[in-house]
């Protein structure tokens, strides 16, 4: 058999498997409706599915929050520390005037 077109001309048919009865989808009637139970059981699975990951995605927060507070600390231990390696006490005082002078007492 040749597989290449006659030139000009329109290829040959695709040969198509024969039609099984199997293969038919089922009339809308006979499908089976769903309970009631099957939607409320889907529901609290999903509810229970959110709250399990909110709780595992608090443990990063939970790590987060905990390094942020650490670094705030530090942060203030290390202004203190430089506070008090620059400069001890200090001391602020004007411009004094100095004008000597003798003072005699009279008794």
């Known amino acids: 058999m040749n597989?290449?077109?006659p030139p000009g001309g329109t290829p040959p048919p695709i040969p198509r498997p024969p039609h099984h009865p199997?293969?038919?989808s089922i009339p809308p009637q006979f499908?089976?409706?769903h309970t009631g139970t099957a939607p409320r059981q889907s529901?609290?699975?999903k509810i229970l599915f959110i709250?399990?990951?909110?709780l595992l995605l608090l443990?990063?927060?939970?790590i987060i929050y905990s390094l942020n507070d650490e670094r705030a600390d530090r942060q203030k231990e290390t202004t203190q520390e430089i506070s008090k390696s620059?400069?001890?006490p200090q001391l602020l005082s004007g411009p004094i005037i100095s004008?000597?002078?003798i003072t005699t007492m009279i008794r």
Request: glycine share 4%.
């Open 59 to 62: 443990i990063p927060d939970m």
């Open 3 to 5: 597989q290449n077109p």
């Open 99 to 101: 004008i000597p002078y």
């Open 22 to 24: 199997s293969s038919t």
């Open 43 to 45: 529901i609290s699975l």
């Open 86 to 88: 620059w400069s001890g």
């Open 51 to 54: 709250v399990l990951l909110s």
């Open 31 to 33: 499908v089976p409706a």
